[in-house]
Every structure is written in C-alpha cells, then in structure tokens.
Antibody, heavy 118, light 107 residues
Framework: EVQLLESGGGLVQPGGSLRLSCAASGITLSENVMSWVRQAPGKGPEWVSTISGDNTYYAGSVKGRFTISRDNSKNTMFLQMGSLRAEDMAVYYC?????????????WGRGTLVPVSS | DIQMTQSPSSLSASVGDRVTITCRASQSIRTYLNWYQQMPGKAPKLLIYAASTLQSGVPSRFSGSGSGTDFTLTVSSLQPEDFATYFCQQSYYSPWTFGQGTKVEIK
C-alpha cells in the first residue's frame, strides 16, 4: 500500500525548533516531487515547501526558518523548523505532488499537529 | 501571491441535490486549478485536477469546469458521503495557493 506517515509534531514554544519526518512506503521519495503543506485550524491549506531532485522551494513565510531535506536510504523526508511563531501552528501534511507542471497533490499523509504556545 | 476566493463559504443541501461551488482566482491561471475534498480530521483528497480531469477512483457525479479566473465544482447528485469541506488550489503561479474552503452541510 502506498502511504505517507508524518511524525515529530508536538507542543513547541515560540522561538523554538522542531523536526518533522515523513516516512514513505510503496513509493520512492527521491523519484517524486514531495511537499509539505500545512493547515491552521479552520483555514485552507497552505503550501510550505517542496523538494524535487536536488532543488528546494519555500513559501515566503518560512524561507530562512525552515529547511526541507530527504534521506534516500530511509525513504524519509524532513522539515526542520526553527524560530517558530504562533502563526506556524498548524497540522503539517507531507504530500506527493504530480510529476510535470500540473502541480496537484495526489497523495497525502495523515498529518502531524504542531501547536506553538508558551 | 494569487488569491483564491471560494463561494459560498458554506451551504446546506439535501441528499440528491445538485450542488455547485465557485472558485475565483485573482488573475488568470489558465486551467491550473485543482479541487480537493476534506473530511473532518482527515487529509485533503484530490478530486479534480487541471480544472476538469477527474482523479482516478473519484465518482463521476463530481465534475469541474472553467478557465482563466472562474471555476466551478459540481456534484450532480449529493450523496451522504459527500458532506465535507471542499478546497480549490491553483498551481500556475508559485507559491501554489488554496481557497478558504466551502463546507457542505446536511439540510
């Protein structure tokens, strides 16, 4: 079964750091365009970051604070988050983006919650 | 950033009703428009991509149309499992952006 499973979420104080993981089964992350998408309570989803081959892309709101990476040997993707703010509080999903230029997300994990509060 | 505006923000409908949700982009995105369904506490699920292409496994009662700035998602005959929140997403300009959602509730 093709599956993405996030982990690493949890309560963090403003200014703190956290590393999220996304373990994949049934697909090879390095062969796909992979993203992190977050969703604050009651809001629409928000694209955060994408890794495609050796290229990485970030939303302006997280650029310089978040780093996306991948461990091919473990078939796992990461999101290192730093200088966390209250507005970063959300459920973070890893998602597989379509190949090519159409840019849709056709496989999602279950998400991991990141509350940011003192 | 491209702003995606959905209307209505919520609607009440009955099983068997035809339901239409609208998504408007702040500038032309050609047909780079995708629709998702989200159940409470679950991840979004892709329904339609490229404005009108049904994702594999999605029932044919779902359809999408539009181009440029105005798009619609239609459910031809609402079923009990369709009561959910629906989001549009543009993938023409970076950063990809989503609408705020339309919640479909039982009347």
């Amino acid at each position: 079964e093709v599956q993405l499973l996030e982990s690493g979420g949890g309560l963090v104080q403003p200014g703190g750091s956290l590393r999220l993981s996304c373990a994949a089964s049934g697909i090879t992350l390095s062969e796909n365009v992979m993203s992190w998408v977050r969703q604050a309570p009651g809001k629409g989803p928000e694209w955060v970051s994408t890794i495609s081959g050796d290229n990485t892309y970030y939303a302006g709101s997280v650029k310089g604070r978040f780093t996306i990476s991948r461990d091919n040997s473990k078939n796992t993707m990461f999101l290192q988050m730093g200088s966390l703010r209250a507005e970063d509080m959300a459920v973070y999903y890893c998602a597989k983006a379509s190949a090519g230029t159409l840019g849709y997300f056709d496989l999602w994990g279950r998400g991991t919650l990141v509350p940011v509060s003192s | 950033d491209i702003q995606m505006t959905q209307s209505p923000s919520s609607l009440s409908a009955s099983v068997g009703d035809r339901v239409t949700i609208t998504c408007r982009a702040s500038q032309s995105i050609r047909t780079y428009l995708n629709w998702y369904q989200q159940m409470p506490g679950k991840a979004p699920k892709l329904l339609i991509y490229a404005a009108s292409t049904l994702q594999s496994g999605v029932p044919s009662r779902f359809s999408g149309s539009g181009s440029g700035t105005d798009f619609t998602l239609t459910v031809s005959s609402l079923q009990p499992e369709d009561f959910a929140t629906y989001f549009c997403q543009q993938s023409y300009y970076s950063p990809w952006t989503f609408g705020q959602g339309t919640k479909v509730e039982i009347k």
